[in-house]
């Protein structure tokens, strides 16, 4: 028999104070080594703040304190170190926005100083050459027909000597002498990959001609000799391909190129990570396996892959092999842990702990089950499901999360939202609805354009599987996301009225055309194979923004944005709240000051957090308790 009972305000107050405290528990993430491998640089928001951390590598006896190297009051976002170990360089969150600065350091934390990028020019870091003795700065095109920059920069002199452009590329890499890059072009999942001759100003295309798809990752090394060719390019990519697979090519001066061939491949997941030695004899595999990782050491001679177990989590992130290939750095996490570095020995397999974290609270965590499902046509769908521990029996309230991107997917990571709902009693289903990466090639992209519709059809199917296996009453379901899943919220509001009781749409877009309009020119540029072209599919993007239907929005809905966001503007939230109370809807807004479209400070996310916890409580139980006197919650 199932009771529905309004959230007693204690348990959701305690559940708060989870939450809160489950932010505090500071990660460590984004590792980058020197060549010896004995320090490593990394990230962490132990102060609240991400910032730039130096710590010795010591596998046996007590582990040394990290120590901050300082460089301003804003997020750092990423580090690497030069291979001669006389620079870091560092992308920072400007104001804590979208548009990010490149900065370098001494090791010592002297010579701190800003290369490119301000509140108004975004810069973006790229690769050190292998030299270490240059690293590459792109500026992306800041309008129509304004192409991308990319340069190389002298971290001594903040000399800025240019080095390729054109309108969405990104260097993914360059060879150790400067003579070869690798250049990605092409809008988000229609991208191609060539190498750059930039002796002869020839470009050899790295995969079939014509064929298009994504490819995050590639490394230049010298090819072994069994492969032929001076030079090997290996490409983390799925153009062409079902899955994204290791693609090796050896390539040469004077235009030639050899035939790309498949290295590595699984039927059952996707290559998400590679990293090389510098001799280009052992490479780094990590694989995402339905959203769990799994790695491997592969030698480029003989082609055999060695798996490694004991991975002390179920997520992996940022691997970087060592020069030597001893060594493998890695940042893990799961549902009960928080992002924590790891140190693997390439030889013994053995695993050590790099970095610590602060002890959790007392009290178990949820370990989301995995859960399948299928769409209205059919398609299989996949989620993660985080029980509430006082719902293990009969239905009660529950949320739909929805992730960005499209292109993102949702994991088994350390999430204190997901486990703050669950502490006050709702169960958290976070699924992977068509669009979401990690999948293939084909799934990842059966959300384009029209395919749009088919993503909405999704999300009701997840709610109607809460349903359908008793987790979940019919009228206690809110839908909530961020980014794109904030706007897959507001549509699922705004087109299917009557399915969810309540909405929490945080940086999500309200309306496609505005959002093309404001947002930053690339992001907008990169995003046409998504969504559709601001001009040539402008019917369609009207048609399916929630604004043009947000009188069709009758519960009670949060809204959340970040002060600097210009990847998904600020007015994006403010139309849609605007809209809202003009027809005396229930509407909540958050803005969060300092942050833009990712939150990233420590009091920003507590906010949020306890704003959204008792939120989705009130309006969850208004709903069980309207539905009983006959009407609907306001």
């Known amino acids: 028999m199932t009771t529905y009972l309004d959230a007693d305000p204690a348990v959701v107050e305690d559940a708060v104070a989870l939450g809160d405290a489950l932010v505090d528990a500071w990660g460590s993430w984004g590792p980058n080594m020197t060549p010896d ?83 108004t020019t975004h810069a973006e870091l790229g690769p050190w050459t292998r030299s270490g003795h240059r690293f590459v700065v792109t500026f992306p095109g800041a309008a129509e027909g304004v192409p991308t920059r990319c340069f190389l920069a002298d971290p001594a002199t903040g000399r800025l000597d240019p080095l390729a452009e054109g309108e969405l590329i990104r260097v993914l890499d360059v060879s150790l002498e400067e003579r070869f890059i690798v250049i990605r072009d092409g809008t988000r999942g229609q991208q191609y990959v060539v190498v750059v001759d930039r002796l002869t100003d020839e470009a050899l295309s790295v995969l079939p001609q014509g064929a298009t798809g994504s490819t995050e990752v590639a490394l230049i090394r010298p090819a072994p000799a069994e492969h032929g060719g001076p030079v090997y390019v290996y490409l983390a990519s799925d153009v062409g391909l079902p899955r994204r697979q290791l693609i090796g090519l050896p390539f040469g001066p004077n235009g030639w190129r050899g035939e790309p061939r498949t290295l590595a491949a699984r039927d059952d997941a996707e290559l998400e990570f590679i990293d090389a030695d510098d001799a280009g004899r052992l490479l780094l595999l990590v694989w995402n396996v339905a959203g769990r990782s799994e790695l491997e050491l592969m030698d480029t001679a003989t082609g055999g892959r060695t798996p490694i177990s004991g991975l002390p989590g179920l997520v992996a992130a940022d691997p970087v092999l060592s020069r030597d290939g001893s060594s493998v750095v890695l940042g893990v996490e799961g549902p009960t842990r928080p992002r924590e570095l790891w140190h693997l020995d390439t030889t013994t397999h053995a695993w050590t702990r790099v970095s610590s974290s602060p002890p959790l609270p007392a009290r178990r965590l949820v370990v989301p089950a995995p859960a399948t499902f299928a769409g209205q046509d059919g398609l299989p769908l996949t989620g993660w499901l985080y029980r509430a521990p006082s719902r293990l029996k009969g ?154 239907a947000a009188d069709a929005v009758d519960v009670p809905l949060l809204v959340v944005h970040g002060e600097h966001d210009t990847n ?67």
């Not at 804003?74 to 990010?100: F, K, M, N």
């Not at 940086?507 to 309009?517: K, N």
């Open 37 to 119: 491998a004995r320090q490593v640089a990394f990230i962490s928001d132990r102060s609240g703040v991400p910032q730039l951390y130096i710590k010795d590598v010591v596998l046996d006896g007590p582990r040394p304190v990290a120590r901050h190297v300082k460089l301003s009051d804003d997020p750092v976002v990423s580090v690497r170190w030069a291979a001669d170990s006389g620079w870091l360089t560092c992308e920072v969150a400007t104001d804590g926005g979208v548009r990010t600065s490149v900065w370098v350091v001494r090791p010592d934390g002297s010579d701190a100083r800003r290369i490119a990028g301000d509140a």
């Open 395 to 548: 239905t009660g309230p529950a949320v739909l999360w929805l992730h960005g991107g499209p292109e993102a997917q949702e994991r088994p990571t350390f999430d204190p939202e997901h486990q703050a709902l669950a502490a006050a009693g709702i169960t958290v289903f976070a699924p992977n609805i068509r669009g979401s990466s990690g999948f293939g090639r084909e799934f990842v992209h059966a959300d384009d354009l029209h395919g749009r519709y088919d993503a909405f059809a999704d999300v009701l199917a997840a709610a109607q599987h809460l349903v359908d296996t008793g987790v979940a009453d019919a009228d206690r379901i809110a839908v909530t996301g961020r980014s794109y899943g904030g706007y897959l919220t507001l549509a699922s509001l705004a087109f299917s009225p009557g399915v969810f009781a309540a909405g929490v749409d945080i940086c999500g877009m309200s309306d496609l055309v505005t959002f093309y309009r404001d947002t930053d020119p690339w992001i907008g540029a990169a995003a046409v194979s998504k969504y559709g072209h601001p001009e040539r599919d402008r019917a369609l993007l009207e048609e399916i923004s929630p604004l043009r």
């Open 568 to 634: 998904v503007p600020i007015g994006e939230a403010h139309q849609i709240v605007l809209a809202l109370r003009e027809q005396d809807r229930t509407v909540q807004y958050l803005e969060l000051e300092g942050e833009g479209h990712d939150f990233r400070r420590a009091d920003a996310r507590k906010r949020l957090l306890g704003t959204m916890v008792r939120f989705l409580a009130r309006a969850l139980s208004r709903a069980r308790e309207a539905d009983r006197v006959g009407g609907r919650a306001e």
